[in-house]
């Protein structure tokens, strides 16, 4: 089928400007159906909840089918396994607090040093106020792939929960999380996957993976800043929910403290449907089993964007490997693009991370330098002291010529040092 990427950044309006962004792993630009669905919610259905009038009762519905999108987004099983919240941290901070009253002194959590610390230090937290261990898994500093024979003996002492990243938000590593939850329940523990960062480039479906819980935000695919959990919802409906006495005693309800982003929600059901829009006009009319409407479609989308971005990485690979003066951090394989995003982070020599980004910023590249909150990762790459890293991240509406516009940037200021 015939691609047009103009098609695609015609949908967003922030393109329009002289820039280039490669700043989207700390969040994309967002889609033309996520505004408007803001817009229209905040003009025609603005209210609170379960109210006895029209507009109430409007806004319920747009909320309502938003949780249904998000769970045919992950392939969840039922809309009540969604619960919207501000962000990714702060639904993990929160739902942290309940699965912890289900631990004992003693008991043993895993985190993964590959990770956001939003995967990190709730789980910290809650373990210093149950009397919990914390183990964290290393990775291996020469590709950025997570060190699974730590691991598998990390696992060996039968953890309460596993806390793990879908894809790094500094490296681009995807870690193999359908195998990391597979040994985690057969030694009886739960599994939090962090899938903020894979969100925008790859199909997540639940029910495959089998974790217990998984977490994003919408401002990092296109929509609004939302974020979104997903649980079981068997667990979901046993875990005890700090929260106010009217709110509701079962899913989601009791996990979406107080008046929620109702026009941020509805934006994400708007970024569901621009997912949609894609399907329509490029899917190529492949079929998937088990897959339907909605459903369908997402699935189709997804894979479309990670079919793209796939040229993205290989063409932002070898522009980094040509440049004087770049160390790239993280998997350099041309043959293990599958095993990861199209977000690299690397130093040039002569030049701080902060003096690269803000020369590229000169040039209307945006781009991001620093730790990206991937604490662990920086300070085992010994790199936290000179700066972090410069983190380039392009997704499906960037364009290969971005990147070499970028590419010849990046050499001007390798050799001109500025």
Not at 225 to 251: C, F, I, N, T, W
Not at 261 to 270: S, T
Not at 281 to 297: A, H, I, M, P, V
Request: hydrophobic fraction near 40%; proline fraction near 4%.
């Amino acid at each position: 089928m015939t691609f047009n990427i103009q098609d695609i950044r015609q949908q967003f309006q922030a393109l329009e400007r002289e820039a280039i962004f490669f700043d989207n792993p700390g969040g994309t630009q967002i889609a033309k159906p996520a505004l408007d669905r803001i817009v229209d919610y905040l003009v025609t259905t603005n209210a609170n909840h379960e109210g006895a009038f029209a507009t109430s009762q409007a806004s319920d519905a747009i909320l309502e089918e938003a949780h249904q999108s998000v769970a045919d987004f992950f392939n969840a099983k039922r809309a009540q396994e969604i619960v919207f919240g501000a962000n990714m941290t702060s639904l993990t901070l929160h739902i942290s607090r309940s699965i912890a009253q289900t631990w004992e002194p003693g008991d043993t959590i895993v985190v993964t040093r590959l990770d956001h610390d939003a995967n990190v230090t709730p789980w910290v937290l809650a373990a210093e106020d149950r009397g919990c261990k914390v183990l964290k898994v290393n990775f291996n500093l020469q590709d950025g792939t997570l060190d699974m024979q730590h691991m598998v003996a990390a696992l060996e002492t039968k953890p309460r929960l596993v806390a793990v990243g879908y894809s790094s938000n500094a490296l681009g590593t995807i870690n193999p999380v359908q195998e990391i939850t597979q040994m985690a329940h057969d030694r009886g523990a739960l599994v939090y996957v962090d899938a903020v960062h894979f969100a925008p480039h790859g199909a997540i479906d639940v029910q495959q993976l089998d974790c217990d819980f998984l977490v994003c935000s919408a401002y990092k695919f296109f929509g609004p800043h939302v974020g979104m959990l997903y649980g079981k919802y068997e667990l979901l409906d046993q875990l005890k929910a700090y929260k106010v006495r009217p709110a509701p005693d079962s899913p989601p309800g009791k996990f979406e403290t107080g008046t929620q982003n109702h026009e941020g929600i509805a934006g994400v059901l708007g970024a569901m449907e621009y997912f949609e829009w894609i399907a329509e006009k490029f899917r190529g009319g492949e079929q998937f089993e088990g897959f339907s409407n909605r459903g369908l479609r997402l699935k189709q989308a997804m894979n479309w964007i990670r079919a793209y971005e796939l040229e993205l990485s290989r063409t932002l690979l070898d522009v980094l490997e040509e440049t004087p003066g770049v160390t790239i951090y993280g998997l350099r394989d041309p043959e293990q693009l599958e095993a990861r995003v199209p977000t690299f982070a690397f130093t040039l020599k002569g030049l701080t991370p902060r003096q690269v980004a803000e020369a590229l910023g000169r040039k209307g590249i945006y781009v991001w330098d620093g730790n990206y909150y991937a604490l662990s990762v920086t300070e085992a790459l010994d790199l936290e002291e000179t700066g972090g890293m410069v983190r380039v991240g392009p997704v499906h509406y960037n364009t290969v010529e971005e990147i070499f516009r970028f590419g010849d940037v990046l050499a001007e200021i390798s050799t001109s040092g500025n």
